[in-house]
């Protein structure tokens, strides 16, 4: 009973782990990034709705949003679309730019 209860202690902490990777990655990437190549870097919410990510540069408006796991509610995405009408939206996960994509090149390539 206490090694059931310890052994998915042990996997909900890796779950956790995995998930604060998922955030702090991009966010440290694209932070320096923003720095080094002068592009505002934000973040949009609305009511239950938001986009992780909101890259701005003079005019140009690029939304990202980063998705791990196989539940991928994209509803914030069509909300921001529909708001704020930006250049691009791009979904960081396995079912749109692949993170070995994504940190494979420079952001201000999205642009």
Do not use: C
Request: proline content about 3%; aromatic content about 12%; glycine content about 8%.
């Amino acid at each position: 009973m206490l090694e059931n209860q310890l052994l998915r202690s042990f996997y909900e902490l890796v779950a956790l782990f995995l998930q604060l990777v998922t955030y702090v990655t991009p966010i440290h990437y694209l932070l320096n990034h923003s720095l080094t190549e002068g592009f505002e870097l934000l973040y949009w919410r609305h009511r239950n709705d938001e986009v992780d990510f909101v890259m701005k540069k003079g005019n140009k408006v690029i939304g990202l949003e980063v998705k791990s796991g196989a539940t991928q509610r994209l509803s914030g995405m069509k909300a921001f679309k529909e708001q704020h009408k930006p250049d691009k939206v791009f979904l960081i996960g396995s079912q749109g730019l692949t993170w070995q994509e994504f940190l494979g090149m420079s952001p201000i390539e999205l642009f």
